[in-house]
């Protein structure tokens, strides 16, 4: 699969350390790699190499790396071959003019609601078919609350599917998993840190699965109602994610 790491914090948080430990991870996730910051703007860098072997991402852990609020991940293919189109994080922006970010360690393995984006996505993953699912749900159904419809798309693409991610609309933070123990926070300072594992010895804990957490600079403003669309990968799913890696 993939690994995922995020920060919402109420002041910027120095993340180096953070970040070479996670990218150090990428010798088994080693499909590509890309971060997102969300201070000053929308930043996004992305490349479909290595992350231990990319240029560009040793030259910005070369300096001093802080941020309030940012996302970061790094890709074992499971669909899509290796090229920036199928890069994580995906970005997209709505009619009323947010930017969505959207970075997905999962697998879609039953969701005909996503059919219809195979021709207009750029890419070939299923992750960047999730976020135009959501763009279109967010454009046709104004007149609802936003962390209500996320809440309820991340509730309907659970059931059969693995749905952990981090997501940013330009104000508020969102995260969700629904596969018990992939994803880890650390709380401290009025910071939260997320990450697929630990990556130090920390206070880490796992974040409960199958809820919605929204945040907003570090606080957490809303967590969903429990759905009960859990998912534990099993062989037969494995199987899957191999053939379709070996044939990349």
Same mark, same amino acid.
């Given at each position: 699969?993939?690994? !995922? #790491?995020? &920060?919402?914090?109420?002041?910027? %948080?120095? !993340?180096?350390?953070? !970040? *070479?430990?996670?990218?150090?991870?990428?010798?088994?996730?080693?499909?590509?790699?890309?971060?997102?910051?969300?201070?000053?703007?929308l930043t996004v860098y992305r490349e479909p %190499?290595?992350?231990?072997?990319s240029k560009k991402l040793e030259e910005l852990l070369e300096r001093p790396i802080s941020s309030a609020e940012?996302?970061?991940h790094i890709r074992l293919a499971t669909k899509g071959?290796?090229? !920036?189109?199928?890069?994580?994080?995906? %970005?997209?922006?709505?009619k009323e003019g947010r930017t969505w970010t959207f970075a997905h360690n999962g697998t879609i393995f039953n969701a005909p609601v996503l059919n219809k984006y195979q021709e207009v996505q750029k890419g070939k993953t299923d992750?960047?078919?999730?976020?135009?699912?959501?763009?279109?749900?967010i454009n046709e159904e104004v007149s609802l609350d936003r962390i209500e419809l996320i809440e309820s798309i991340a509730r309907e693409l659970s059931?059969?599917?693995?749905? $952990?991610?981090?997501?940013?609309?330009?104000?508020?933070?969102?995260v969700h998993i629904n596969e018990g123990g992939t994803l880890h926070k650390l709380e401290k300072d009025g910071s939260v840190? #997320?990450?697929?594992?630990?990556?130090?010895? /920390?206070?880490?804990?796992? %974040?409960?699965? $199958?809820?919605?957490? &929204?945040? *907003?600079?570090? $606080?957490l403003i809303h967590e969903g109602k429990k759905h009960?669309? /859990?998912?534990v990968t099993t062989q037969e799913e494995m199987d899957m994610i191999f053939m379709n890696y070996s044939s990349l």
């Open positions: 699969m993939c690994e !995922l #790491f995020g &920060v919402t914090s109420s002041h910027k %948080v120095d !993340l180096n350390e953070y !970040l *070479k430990t996670f990218i150090s991870h990428s010798d088994e996730h080693p499909n590509g790699w890309g971060m997102a910051f969300f201070d000053e703007g %190499v290595r992350a231990s072997e940012m996302l970061a071959f290796i090229e !920036l189109e199928n890069t994580h994080p995906f %970005v997209k922006k709505d992750s960047e078919k999730v976020l135009l699912y959501i763009m279109d749900r059931e059969h599917n693995k749905l $952990n991610f981090i997501l940013h609309d330009g104000e508020y933070y969102y840190i #997320f990450s697929t594992q630990a990556l130090d010895d /920390g206070d880490w804990e796992e %974040v409960e699965q $199958n809820k919605l957490f &929204v945040y *907003k600079d570090g $606080n009960e669309f /859990g998912h």
